[in-house]
Structures are given as C-alpha cells and as structure tokens.
C-alpha cells in the first residue's frame, strides 16, 4: 500500500464542444496529504475535479487508483466513489432532501450501513462542521454558508479516503471561512486525504 | 406558497406525529362530504381555523390568504348554480331557489372542506407526509419525484426571484412590452438552467453513491396516542352534531 493514492498520467480532456481544457496533466494524490489546487476562473479546476472520481473521463491519459487504471464500469465506479468524496462547487447541485438529517443520510445509507449506524454517522458528520444545530432544519431555509457546510457533511457522512472540495470557503465569512479550514485540519489530523481547489491564493491551511 | 411551507415547518405542533394530524383532518374531510353541509359546515370549519390558529399557532392572516384563492373561486363559480336556463322556447334564465340553496351548500360544503387540507399543509411539513406515504405503501418511485420537487421548486423558486430582481434593476420592467420582453427572457433563462441543474445533481448525487434510489432516513415521531384519541373523539363529536342538526333541519 505504498505509492499514490490516486494518480493523474498526462490526463487531457477535450469538451465534446472541442474545446480543450486540460492537457498533459500530471498529479500523484499521496496518502495522508493535504494539497491545494490554485487556478483563475475557468482555468479548469472543476474539470479536473470531475476527474477524480471517475466522473468525467479523460480523453486521453490515465487516472490510476492505487496504482491500478480507475474503472468506469458501474461497479467500478461504485468502489471509487466509496473512497474519494466529491464536494461541488455549488451545494444546490448536491442537497436533494427537505431536511439536513435526511439529506447526510443518504451517502451512508448508499454505503449499504444499517439505520442506527447511518444515524450515528450522519451525527458525527454535523458534528465535525459544528452543525448539529441545523439537523431537523428545512434544508431550503439555510443561508449559503451553511448549505455549504451540509453539503460537505453529506460527503463526510461516508468517510471516504480521500475527500475533494470545489472552493469550499467560496462564498462564505471570514469566520466562516475559519470555522471550515478547522474542521478540515481536525479531518485531516484523523487521517483523510484532502485536495481542494480554490481561485483565490493565501488561503492557508 | 412559501408562507405556507414556513408555517408547516414552524408551528407548534410541527413535531407531532403526522398521523395525528392527518387521521382526524382526513375524517372531517369524508364528514364534509357525507353530512348535510349547512349544520356540519361551519361547524368543520370553525373548528379547523380554531386547531391551526390556537392549537398550532399559525397566524390567522396565513390561514385567511391561504383560503382567499379557494373561495374566490368559489364566490365567482357559485351563483351559476343558482341560475336554471331552459332552451324549451328559446332562450330563458331565471333564479332559482333551489338553485340557491345548491349554491350555498356547495360552497359551505368547498370552503369546510378546504380548511381540513389548509390545517394540514400549514401544519404538517411535506417530509412528514412523505414518511408517512412511504410508510402506507406508495411506490418508492413516485415519493422520490415529489422529494426532488419540493426541492427544485425553492431553488427555482430562488433563481427566478433574483432574476427578476436583476431586470427590475436593469429596468427591464418599466414598460408593459419591455415586462413581457423581460419575462419570456426569465422563462426561457429558467428552463435552460432546470436542465443544467438536472444534469448537475445527477453528478452530485452519484457522487455520494446514487445508484437509483433516494433513501434517505426519517425522523422518527412518537405517535401520542392520548393526542390521536382526543383528535378522533373530537372528530366523532362533531360529526354527531353536524348529524343532529342537520337531521333537525330537515
Ligand atoms: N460542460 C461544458 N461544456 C463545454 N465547455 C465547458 C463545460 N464546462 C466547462 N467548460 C469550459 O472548460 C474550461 C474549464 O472550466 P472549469 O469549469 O473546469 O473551470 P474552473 O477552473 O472550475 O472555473 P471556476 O473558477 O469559474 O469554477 C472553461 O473554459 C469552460 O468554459
Ligand atoms: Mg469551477
């Protein structure tokens, strides 16, 4: 189990409207890392992220799980995707239920978990964001921020490997911005891979 | 529409269990339609705009603008039942007194029935229902589309109010041609959007696994059942009396 996590290989991906938004692309995810990915507005960073979990697939180049060429079979994807969690960039493209409990819930129980274990998950998950407040809210009556936040506890809620955030503090306070750079850190100090992507330098973490 | 669905997840007996709040609002609504409506009428509905705006604290205003589209309707529809036209010699229209009657019934018997489903939907948060409906068996299928639309309407319901307010702040509506120039825009705009936001959740959703089903888990309620036994004695009551009065009327 040494080598990346997750590998790029002159990955290149052309939009069926030909325009080319990524080219010769390479990236090696280790295990344990953090790694943030800086780049201006439409320089590709949604792309690339789509990548990751076997979303978009590369036109050319490769995208190696473990070392092994990721597989875009429904199975395939199925294993992916229960090893790297996918944060998008907008959390309306992400929360589908009435309500935030209900909303996290539904990863774990795609995991297959039992009630109860899907139950605790999704109380541990608000609890790393520091949320549980929100938990029998209507998920329409929440501010951006904390739609945001529900959002990513959707993608926790699974704990996967490796999670992947589209400019997750896009959008929210500076206080906002601080609570989440921490429970990402607390994430990362329990042992998850993070990669996220941001258009704006000096976020630090 | 929004106003409802803020009360509905806000009142005080939002957390009831829903059963309690559907099982006496269902019976009253078959009372409405079996007794003679002029006795249990206003009884029914006096009774219901007393349980949303006593019992669960919905704003009388709320309940008030939430039957104004009904009996509007009803109050524009009603007077031509109360009107016989014959064709027996050419053309004749009169008032009729029965008709009269057919028209007040009607619409006491409407607006009775309407203030059961207002209790509900003001009371009752739409997850609550769902819940149950899965529970009474209604394909999974037909519970996963309601889910996703009560969702995408508020997210459309969002998009739509902002933009508008965009072209107002552009002026986009200080002439009536430019407001329809500005509308069809909207719409067209919305649409384009609805299918992106289809597609786009697609992948967010198969991101946390989606493979075909939206299970989600449901808070669980404790049905009461001192609250549900106080709901259907109440409900018998009623319908002992509509029962009585009318029986006296007639
Ligand atoms: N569905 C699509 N079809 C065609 N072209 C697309 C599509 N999505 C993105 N593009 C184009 O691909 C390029 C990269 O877009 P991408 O969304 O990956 O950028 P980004 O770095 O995420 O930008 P932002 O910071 O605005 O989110 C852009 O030029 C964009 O116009
Ligand atoms: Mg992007």
């Keep these: 189990m040494s080598g990346p996590l997750l590998s790029l290989q002159r990955l290149e991906y052309r939009y069926p409207d030909q325009l080319l938004a990524l080219r010769g692309l390479d990236l ?51 294993q992916w995707r229960r090893r790297v969690g996918l944060v998008l960039q907008e959390p309306d493209d992400q929360l589908f239920a009435a309500t935030v409990e209900q909303d996290v819930s539904f990863g774990p129980l795609n995991l297959g978990l039992s009630e109860a274990e899907a139950r605790f998950r999704v109380h541990e998950a608000l609890e790393a ?48 911005v601080t609570h989440l750079l921490g429970a990402l850190q607390g994430l990362h100090q329990a042992g998850t891979t993070l990669v996220f992507f941001d258009a704006r330098y000096g976020i630090g973490l | 529409m929004r106003a409802i669905d803020h009360y509905a997840w806000s009142n005080r007996w939002r957390d009831w269990h829903p059963t309690e709040k559907l099982l006496p609002a269902g019976c009253l609504l078959i009372l409405t339609l079996v007794l003679p409506p002029l006795s249990s009428g206003p009884l029914i509905l006096a009774s219901m705009a007393w349980a949303t705006v006593y019992g669960a604290g919905v704003p009388m205003r709320a ?25 027996a010699d050419g053309f004749h229209w009169q008032w009729s007194s029965e008709g009269w009657w057919l028209a007040l019934e009607t619409t006491v018997r409407a607006l ?3 203030s059961c489903l207002a209790f509900l939907t003001l009371t009752t948060p739409l997850t609550d229902l769902i819940a149950l409906s899965r529970r009474l068996g209604v394909p999974a299928g037909l519970i996963e589309l309601v889910q996703l639309v009560y969702r995408l309407i508020f997210v459309f319901a969002e998009r739509a109010i902002t933009g508008q307010q965009a072209q107002t702040a552009r002026l986009g509506y200080v002439r009536f041609d430019r407001g329809l120039h500005s509308v069809g825009g909207l719409a067209g705009n919305l649409f384009q959007r609805a299918l992106h936001q289809a597609q786009r959740m697609e992948i967010g959703l198969a991101a946390r696994g989606y493979t075909g089903e939206l299970r989600v888990l449901n808070t669980e309620r404790a049905l009461s059942w001192p609250r549900l036994m106080t709901g259907i004695t109440w409900v018998g009551l009623l319908g002992l009396s509509g029962w009585i009065l009318g029986r006296g009327g007639s």
């Design chain 1, 28 to 78: 090696a995810i280790e295990r344990g890392r953090k790694l943030a990915l800086l780049g201006s507005n439409g320089s590709g960073k949604t792309t690339l992220l789509l990548h990751l979990n076997g979303t978009l697939r590369p036109t050319n180049g490769m995208v190696l799980l473990d070392g092994q060429p990721g597989r875009y079979d429904r199975q395939g994807l199925n």
């Design chain 1, 129 to 176: 964001l520091r949320i549980t407040s929100l938990a029998s809210r209507a998920t329409h009556t929440l501010s951006f921020g904390q739609k945001k936040r529900v959002a990513i506890a959707g993608v926790l809620a699974m704990r996967p490997e490796l999670l992947v955030l589209d400019e997750p503090t896009a959008g929210l306070d500076s206080h906002g």
């Design chain 2, 63 to 87: 309940l008030l603008q939430v039957l104004a589209a009904p009996a509007a309707f009803l109050v524009m529809g009603a007077p031509f039942l109360a009107v016989s036209i014959s064709f």
């Design chain 2, 112 to 114: 009775a029935a309407v």
